[in-house]
């Protein structure tokens, strides 16, 4: 157990609709990181923050957002959903910006139909 | 449990073997490099990582070799064993957040 927990565990929707994972970090880790393992894309960073504030983007869309709260809680919107964004979705933490091996989560599976 | 991915190399070895998985990197410029492994309905779960000034790195039955002159990583698992069986991914860093992943490898150990 990394101490990084996400919810939910599984989560069907439709396409065209919204949904929010939420991802609580290590305690004392104040950086969040998100990525989207598909299939046919492997590992794919999505974005990171820091103590609240956005760090880093990588191949997020538009149509995602993120956000991380004062109690650094994160939560990541995903909206306009379709068939391919289907994935498991993973949240990192790590004690500060400069951590280049964050600690895992269990991940959110995200099935759209 | 959730698959990874169902087009992942394959290596199959028996229980007690050693195991060598192999990752190709791409950035020449990347300094640091890690080893994940993920079981069946997890997350990655960091094992060994070794720094781009170092060409070996040992840890509790688990060697990472880094040969730069070709871009090639490897992991060897000593005696390995049925919990071993999991998709190890390797992965580069050139600094700072952006972590590339590789495709992954599945480890399948036969008792």
């Known amino acids: 157990d990394s101490g990084v927990t996400q919810t939910p565990k599984h989560l069907i929707t439709a396409t065209g609709q919204r949904v929010t994972l939420r991802c609580s970090p290590r305690?004392?880790?104040?950086?969040v990181y998100w990525y989207q393992q598909s299939l046919d894309q492997g590992l794919q960073f999505l974005i990171q923050y820091y103590n609240g504030e956005e760090r880093a983007k990588g191949n997020i869309l538009e149509r995602f957002s993120a956000q991380q709260f004062p109690d650094l809680h994160s939560e990541l919107n995903l909206s306009s959903l379709e068939l391919g964004d289907s994935a498991l979705y993973f949240c990192?933490?790590?004690?500060?910006?400069?951590?280049?091996?964050?600690?895992f989560g269990p991940g959110t599976r995200l099935t759209v139909t | 449990g959730e698959s990874v991915g169902l087009h992942l190399p394959t290596l199959s070895v028996q229980e007690g073997d050693n195991s060598i998985i192999n990752c190709a990197y791409s950035n020449s410029a990347s300094d640091y490099f890690i080893w994940y492994k993920q079981e069946s309905g997890k997350g990655p779960q960091f094992i060994i990582d070794i720094r781009s000034n170092m060409d070996k790195r040992q840890g509790q039955r688990v060697t990472v070799l880094l040969n730069k002159t070709v871009k090639h990583l490897s992991l060897q698992i000593a005696a390995t064993q049925p919990g071993d069986s999991a998709v190890y991914f390797c992965a580069e860093n050139t600094g700072g957040f952006k972590t590339i992943f590789g495709a992954g490898t599945r480890l399948f150990v036969k008792a």
């Open positions: 990192a933490s790590s004690v500060d910006h400069l951590d280049r091996s964050p600690a």
């Open positions: 305690s004392g880790d104040l950086s």
